[in-house]
Each structure stands twice: as structure tokens, then as C-alpha cells.
RNA sequence: GCCCGGGUGGUGAAACCGGUAGACACGGGGGACUUAAAAUCCCCUUCCUUUGGAGUGCGGGUUCGAGUCCCGCCCCGGGCACCA
């Protein structure tokens, strides 16, 4: 399963740091698994995975994670206390914690006074335990090779361990191991075996060495995140699940399913600490003692087969029927923040391949394609000394605390009004804890929902941040009413428009319109694909000719999947009585989108020095003649001979001097 | 530390296959209309020492021609991180 998890990110068209974090969440390590004997515990051995069987003779002790199960069968009597001390210490710090202090290269860990035995040196090696090592990697044990891993080299200086070398750089002078862990590749040394071998050979003689031998096998190592099911609070699906007073658990019987959400009298944990549902005393208790479960499952077990459920949503008797999956999945394009990249797309991924392997499916994968788009951001303005007030927060003012105004180059100045002090502005993700957020319902209010929404899709590429500014958002605000008035005049009636689709000038620019934003709507390009909308509106209102009926119903068309309200109005005004969500796309008339001349670029030596109408059809020696007889091109040519003269057709002439 | 993105006017940005850098907007300046203002409309708006020159983070390179390709840096944003 893990295995698909990594391959068949292969076929997806899905954003390349994406398809980055999920290989780096599902982690796979190609390397061998060695055991190791312990003395006087004939019974026990200690499994290590390593990615560096080549440097088993390096290996000068072992770690087993702090929760290892065999910490407690080979600790001999002398070290209990000390183990269990230390066990329990563990036990009691956060993950956090142990983290934050091994990043400043903090290593401890205790003696188990155990012995094991080297497999391939049959000396003995001591044994500790140390939270450096993690019981949800690999075996949960590690043979340490100080001399070529930082980790290791930190614990053995720590506790005084010896540093063994067995691999050398190929070039280049002599490393010091006891001053240093050498981490790259090289060649191996003091390991009978390998030596001399460089590092990808020696891996490989290694394993075979150890699979003879019958101390060890190849092989390749995965993770999956662990992500926790189950949370403490009142919103999610209770878990169909009961337990009995001895604290065995049964399953709800599925004739009692689905388990509904209880009506509680609040939402808060109860009074000794139990979660919001235990609240609902007389729904918890079931007959013959069962009492239910009153953890809730997380969100994300419902967005990891969502998109299943939206096929079918009103299937009473299953989740989805089969032939609906089978006509609408795979979902053809998901667009969803990046936040998402390691954990909700992972896991639905997972469930998506259990369910296929159930037959319950018919696609490996449930997302052809993945889009990140971008976050708006909020201003805030941090004093450039980014001091903190005594809080230890972080001193930032919000926009209506600051004045903007310009210095002489034009570069924005911001001045806190109550001191003025110069401030820096700074775009952050909006966050409520910043106070940098901007209300939709109050900019809905102001300026309509077609308006912010058109401005969302104009600020920039969807997939790139972008700062949120109320005067850009006025922009598409006016944009708007200038279309509104192309149908209504200022009385509110509607203009008495001629039939068709206008002059030839605009009929031609109609559909180029048609074409540009069918072409960028469907790239995505929503940003230009306004632009080009807009285009089209200033210079139907800058003719002075009313738009044509027609004109005005494709253009409507066009804007509705941006501005959706004023589409309908206009499609309604224009005498439809029924929405204009069932029409067809507009389709640009492909002869009106060629021109019969363009402008010629006229360059001489690289440079632009001007340009000249030309008719489209003019050869490259034509195009060649016209340029050369242009003044521009006589005035810098002058009578030297060009060397070489580039013609590109539609484009330009260059004169190579 | 490793891995991804990204640096273009005062601001958000555009530029398809290497072919007019700055489309479309915001802001700013000027003007029209108005008793006046708002709204609307029009013009200008990369920089400079202007017969012209420079310019897409910096330094090189390839090319007739580089924002775009190649090499070496700098800066910003994000992800991951005792993963053996």
C-alpha cells in the first residue's frame, strides 16, 4: 500500500511541490535490516533498520527507543532504576519538548547495562536507550555508527563511546571522525569484508553478506503519518462503538446505524474532563451495561470520502451507487490550498486505494487534478525595530492606525497617526490572532458579491498569494457598473439596443473577446481573461455605438461564471425568462479573428527603432523590401550594408550591422 | 540543514515557442462636465543628463535578438526535519 501511495503519484497532474511533501510524508528508505543477539538472552534480538549496512563494522553500540519492549526483559538489575527513571521522564515530556532539545544537538539517554553481540565481530556492545531513537520509525532500534552519523557521534561524545571509522572519503585529505561524524559517500575501510569498496557497492556486498549468513535481508522502509482519529469534541460522527464494564468494546448493530449526534445541554467537556458527549447521559447508556463511546471522529473523516458522497448525496440505501461513481469519479480537477498537501490528500488517497482494492471504486487515484490556489493576505505594519511589548508580543499596527503617503521617489511612507512613527507594512495569510482580516459580508455589502468576486479572480494568477486592497477591489467595482450601463441607462431602464452584433469594428472585436477568454477561462488565467473582458467593454462605451443585442447577449454569457448576478441580469433584461446557466458556451467566429495586416517591428542591430503596417500576406523578401525602404530603418541603416537581415513573418525585420 | 516556489514601474500584475517589456487595473497628475461637490468621461504616468541612453534581484555566458535559455551568486516566501 505504501508502495502505491509513492508510485502512483506518477500519473497525476498535480502541483510538483505537492507530489514533493507527499513523498517526503511517505518517506521511503531503501537500506537492510540486521539483528542482533543480546548476552546472556539467548531468546531476544534486537532488530535494527539501517540505510548504512555498509557501515556495520562502525557499529560500536546500540538505542532502543525509550518504549521499546525489550527494554525492560534486558536491563539487568544494576541499571533498573536508573532505566525506569528515565523511561518515565520520557513518558512525561511533550513531543514538542523532545524535539526542541535534541535541535540544539541535546542528547541523553541511560545504560541498559545489556550486552549485545556484533554479528559480524561476535564482540560485545553496549546498550542504552535514549529518546533520540523513536519507536514509530523503523524497528525502533539502531545500531549506532558514531563515526558517520551526527546523531550518534553527539550521543557517543556525551557518554564517551568509542568512534570507529570504516569509511573514508575518495578523494581529498584524511577526515577526523572523532572530531566529526563524516556523513558522505566513500569508500569503505576496517570492514574485512567491503574494504575498499565505494559506498553503493559496499551497501550492496553487505546485504548479500548478511542474507548468507541469515543476520539480515535488504530491504525498504515506509511511513504514513500518523494522524490521531478521535477527538474531544461535540461535531463529528460519533464512533459506532460500546463498551462493557469489564472494557471489552462491541460495535453498534448495524440495524441501529447511523449513530446520530445526541442533543446535549452544552458543548463543552463534561464536568470531570470527559468529552462534550458524555453529557448525554441517558444516549450513552445502552442495554445490559454497554455504555457508548463519546469521542467524536476528526473532520478529516468525513473530507476523506467526501467527494464519493457528493456523486450521490441523496442515496438513502448506500453511500454511492456504483454506476454514479463510475460516470462521475475521478474528480476531474480539485482546487484546495496547499495546507492540505501532507495530511486530508494523503489520507483520502489511502481510504480511495482500500476502497478500490474492496472493488467499491474503479480509479486507483480519486484526484486527476490538484490546483493550489493562492491566500489572501492582510496588512499589518511592524515598526522596523520589530520590538515586543511586554507581553512578548510582537508590536504590529492595523490599517486604519496608519497613514500611507509617498516620499520623493514615489515609495509608499506609512506613519503610525497616533506618534507618528515610520512603520514597515507587512502581508501576512489573515488570521483572526493578527486582526489583519477583512470582513466578506461587509465588502458584499458595499460593493456586491459579483464585484469582490470578480476582483478575487483579478488580483493575480489563482495560484499565487496576493494582498488584499479595498481601492483594486473599487477597480472591478467600476468595471461592473460601466458594464451595467451598456444595458441600462442612468434612469435604470433598459436601453433600447439595436439587433445584431454590432458595427463590423465591434463585431470583430466581440469575437476575439469570445476567443481570448474562452481560451484563458479555460487555462485558468482568470486574471487576464478579465482583462480581456474589459478591453472589450471600454471601447464598446468609448465608440459611442450601443452594443448589439446579440453582442451583449454573448458578452453575458462570458461574464457569468465571474460576475454570475449581473450576468442574469442582463440575460433577463435582454428577454430570456429563464437562466442563462443551461445556454452554450459562445463560440468565436474563427474568421473574424484574423487580420488582414499587422505591425511590423523594425529593428536594426537588435533595437527597436519603429514599426510599419504591412499587409499579413507580404512574403519574407517583401517584408524585407518594406522595411528596408521605411524611413526609421534608411535613417540608423544609413549607407552601410546591413551583414545579415532576420525576417520573422507576423513579427519583425532585424538589420544586422 | 535538505527540498520546492518566487524576485518585472509608486502598487497588483501582463508578456503563448527566445521576437515591440510593462497589456489590464490600482494609486498619482492634468483636463472636461457641474454654481459646487460626488459620480462619470478623456489625456499623461519605468527611469535618466532626451538627435538619445539605460532598464525585468546581482555578475557572467549563448544568440541577429534574453524577463524567457545556460553557469555562478544574493534576497524573499513555503514545506520537511533526531526518519537511523
Redesign the pocket.
Known amino acids: 500500500m505504501y508502495k502505491r501511495q509513492l508510485e502512483d503519484l506518477e500519473g497525476l497532474d498535480w502541483?510538483?511541490?505537492?507530489l514533493?511533501?507527499q513523498r517526503?510524508?511517505v518517506?521511503r528508505?531503501e537500506?537492510a535490516r540486521v539483528s542482533f543477539g543480546v548476552q546472556d538472552h539467548a531468546e531476544a534480538s534486537i532488530e535494527?533498520?539501517?540505510?548504512?549496512?555498509d557501515t556495520l563494522y562502525g557499529a560500536t553500540y546500540m538505542?532502543l527507543?525509550p518504549e521499546h519492549p525489550l527494554v525492560e526483559v534486558i536491563t539487568t538489575q544494576a541499571q533498573q532504576a536508573e532505566v525506569q527513571a528515565y523511561v518515565k521522564q520520557t513518558s512525561l515530556r511533550t513531543?514538542r519538548d523532545?524535539?526542541a532539545?535534541?535541535?540544539e544537538?541535546?542528547?541523553?539517554g541511560v545504560d541498559t547495562g545489556a550486552q549485545a553481540v556484533h554479528p559480524l565481530t561476535g564482540q560485545p556492545i553496549g546498550v542504552f536507550i535514549?529518546?533520540?531513537?523513536?519507536?514509530?520509525?523503523?524497528?525502533?532500534?539502531?545500531?549506532?555508527?558514531p563515526a558517520h552519523?551526527?546523531?550518534?557521534h553527539?550521543f557517543a561524545k556525551a557518554k564517551s563511546l568509542p568512534i570507529v571509522q570504516v569509511v573514508a572519503p575518495l578523494r581529498g585529505d584524511a577526515v577526523d571522525v572523532q572530531e566529526a561524524a563524516f556523513v558522505g559517500l566513500g569508500k569503505a575501510v576496517n570492514s574485512p569484508s567491503i574494504d575498499g569498496l565505494p559506498t553503493a557497492e559496499a551497501k550492496a556486498k553487505m546485504i548479500a553478506h548478511l542474507v548468507e549468513r541469515d543476520i539480515g535481508v535488504g530491504t525498504i522502509?515506509y511511513?504514513l503519518?500518523d494522524w490521531l482519529f478521535s477527538r474531544q469534541r461535540y461535531w463529528g460522527e460519533p464512533f459506532p462503538l460500546a463498551y462493557a464494564e469489564d472494557g471489552t468494546v462491541s460495535p453498534i448493530a448495524e440495524s441501529d446505524l447511523p449513530v446520530e449526534l445526541p442533543k446535549v445541554p452544552d458543548y463543552d467537556p463534561s464536568e470531570d474532563g470527559e468529552a462534550p458527549l458524555a453529557r448525554a447521559e441517558a444516549w450513552r447508556e445502552l442495554p445490559g451495561g454497554l455504555k457508548r463511546e463519546v469521542n467524536t471522529m476528526p473532520q478529516w473523516a468525513g473530507s476523506c470520502w467526501y467527494y464519493l458522497r457528493f456523486a450521490d448525496p441523496q442515496n438513502a440505501d448506500v453511500p454511492w451507487a456504483e454506476d454514479i461513481e463510475r460516470y462521475w469519479l475521478p474528480v476531474d480537477l480539485y482546487v484546495g490550498g496547499?495546507?492540505h498537501?501532507?495530511?486530508h490528500l494523503l489520507y483520502s488517497r489511502f481510504w480511495h486505494k482500500v476502497l478500490f482494492d474492496l472493488g467499491k471504486v474503479h480509479t486507483r487515484e480519486p484526484f486527476k487534478r490538484l490546483f493550489n490556489q493562492?491566500m489572501i493576505l492582510g496588512a499589518t505594519f511592524v515598526p522596523p525595530d520589530k520590538r515586543r511589548d511586554e507581553d512578548g508580543k510582537k508590536v504590529a499596527f492595523l490599517p486604519d492606525q496608519v497613514d500611507?503617503s509617498?516620499d520623493a521617489?514615489?515609495?509608499?511612507v506609512y506613519t503610525v497617526k497616533a506618534t507618528g512613527e515610520k512603520v514597515e507594512i507587512h502581508?501576512?495569510?489573515m488570521s483572526k490572532s493578527k486582526g489583519n482580516v477583512v470582513n466578506p459580508d461587509e465588502v458584499v455589502a458595499q460593493f456586491g458579491a459579483d464585484a469582490i468576486r470578480v476582483y478575487e479572480m483579478?488580483?493575480?494568477?489563482l495560484?499565487?498569494?496576493?494582498?488584499w486592497?479595498t481601492?483594486?477591489l473599487?477597480?472591478?467595482?467600476?468595471?461592473l457598473?460601466?458594464v451595467h450601463?451598456l444595458v441600462w441607462d442612468d434612469d435604470g431602464n433598459v436601453r433600447d439596443l439595436p439587433s445584431g452584433e454590432g458595427s463590423p469594428r465591434q463585431r470583430k472585436l466581440l469575437h476575439k473577446t469570445i476567443s481570448e477568454v474562452t481560451e484563458?477561462t479555460d487555462r485558468m488565467?482568470f486574471?487576464?481573461a478579465?482583462?480581456?473582458?474589459?478591453?472589450f467593454?471600454?471601447d464598446v462605451?468609448?465608440a459611442d455605438e450601443p452594443i448589439g443585442t446579440s453582442a451583449a447577449e454573448q458578452f453575458a454569457l462570458l461574464l457569468a461564471p465571474y460576475a454570475p448576478h449581473l450576468a442574469e441580469e442582463i440575460w433577463s433584461a435582454l428577454g430570456h425568462a429563464e437562466t442563462l446557466s443551461y445556454e452554450p458556451w459562445p463560440a468565436a467566429d474563427e474568421s473574424l479573428l484574423v487580420d488582414d495586416s499587422?505591425?511590423l517591428?523594425l529593428?536594426v542591430?537588435?533595437?527597436?527603432?519603429g514599426?510599419l503596417e504591412v499587409p499579413k500576406s507580404a512574403s519574407k523578401a517583401e517584408l524585407e523590401a518594406l522595411a528596408r525602404g521605411s524611413e526609421v530603418v534608411q535613417?540608423?541603416l544609413g549607407d552601410k550594408e546591413p551583414?545579415?537581415v532576420?525576417v520573422?513573418p507576423?513579427?519583425?525585420v532585424?538589420f544586422?550591422v
Open positions: 502541483p510538483a511541490h505537492v514533493e511533501i517526503n510524508w518517506g528508505s537500506g535494527v533498520f539501517t540505510t548504512r549496512p538505542v527507543a513531543e523532545r524535539q532539545a535534541s535541535a544537538g541535546l542528547k541523553t535514549a529518546d533520540y531513537v523513536l519507536m514509530g520509525y523503523g524497528t525502533g532500534a539502531i545500531m549506532a555508527v552519523d551526527e546523531r550518534d553527539a522502509n511511513k503519518r496547499v495546507e498537501a501532507a495530511t493562492g500611507t509617498e521617489q514615489g515609495n509608499d502581508w501576512d495569510k483579478f488580483m493575480g494568477p495560484e499565487q498569494s496576493a494582498p486592497q481601492t483594486g473599487a477597480g472591478t467595482h467600476r468595471f457598473q460601466r450601463r484563458r488565467g486574471n487576464t478579465i482583462a480581456s473582458m474589459m478591453v467593454v471600454r462605451q468609448t499587422f505591425m517591428v529593428q542591430g537588435g533595437k527597436r527603432r514599426e535613417k540608423w551583414k545579415r532576420i520573422v507576423g513579427r519583425l532585424n544586422v
